[in-house]
Antibody
Framework: EVQLVESGGGLVKPGRSLRISCTASGFNFGDYDMTWFRQAPGKGLEWVGFIRRKVYGETTEYAASVKGRFIISRDDSTSIAYLEMNGLKTEDTAVYYC???????????????WGQGTLVTVSS | DIQMTQSPSSLSASVGDRVTITCRASQSISVYLNWYQQSPGKAPKLLIYAASYLQSGVPSRFSGSGSGADFTLTINSLQPDDFASYFCQQSYSTPWTFGQGTKVEIK
């Protein structure tokens, strides 16, 4: 059974850093790109960024709102994806979800499995 | 960035009703359109991908249609578990963007 479990969320002061993790199981982690999304309280879904699998050089791409502050990484030996968040702002307060990304029919990218999410609250 | 606009933002319906939600992209995205369901306090769940393909395990009362810039999600014979929020999402180009969501409430 495919499972994604986020951890490491919590309360952090503005300007500080936090690293959250996504532990995967039930599939060959190294064969998939991993994507992070977030959802502010009562709001819609926002793409944060992704990391490609090793065969594609583990390249990353980020949303403009987090570029230069957030870093996504992965450790295929432990099946964990990380989201390192630096220079946190109050507007970064959200539930953060990791997802498994894959290519479906016609080359359409889908997020077929999601973790349960971890809440990050940025407040003084 | 590609903007996704859903309508309506909310609707009230009864068990057994047929419900239709629309999603419009700010440019043509071919069939690079997915639909997700999100129940309160839960993670989104993939329902439909590539505009009209049913994700494995999703009941056949859910269907999707459309291409280009206009898409539709239809739920036939609404069931109690279907009262949730629904989001469309484009995967034509990054950043992946979502519609603002449609909340389906019990009438």
């Amino acid at each position: 059974e495919v499972q994604l479990v986020e951890s490491g969320g919590g309360l952090v002061k503005p300007g500080r850093s936090l690293r959250i993790s996504c532990t995967a199981s039930g599939f060959n982690f190294g064969d998939y790109d991993m994507t992070w999304f977030r959802q502010a309280p009562g709001k819609g879904l926002e793409w944060v960024g992704f990391i490609r699998r090793k065969v594609y050089g583990e390249t990353t791409e980020y949303a403009a709102s987090v570029k230069g502050r957030f870093i996504i990484s992965r450790d295929d030996s432990t099946s964990i994806a990380y989201l390192e968040m630096n220079g946190l702002k109050t507007e970064d307060t959200a539930v953060y979800y990791c997802t498994r990304e894959r290519v479906a029919i016609f080359g359409v990218i889908i997020m077929d499995y999601w973790g349960q999410g971890t809440l990050v609250t940025v407040s003084s | 960035d590609i903007q996704m606009t859903q309508s309506p933002s909310s609707l009230s319906a009864s068990v057994g009703d047929r419900v239709t939600i629309t999603c419009r992209a700010s440019q043509s995205i071919s069939v690079y359109l997915n639909w997700y369901q999100q129940s309160p306090g839960k993670a989104p769940k993939l329902l439909i991908y590539a505009a009209s393909y049913l994700q494995s395990g999703v009941p056949s009362r859910f269907s999707g249609s459309g291409s280009g810039a206009d898409f539709t999600l239809t739920i036939n014979s609404l069931q109690p578990d279907d009262f949730a929020s629904y989001f469309c999402q484009q995967s034509y180009s990054t950043p992946w963007t979502f519609g603002q969501g449609t909340k389906v409430e019990i009438k």
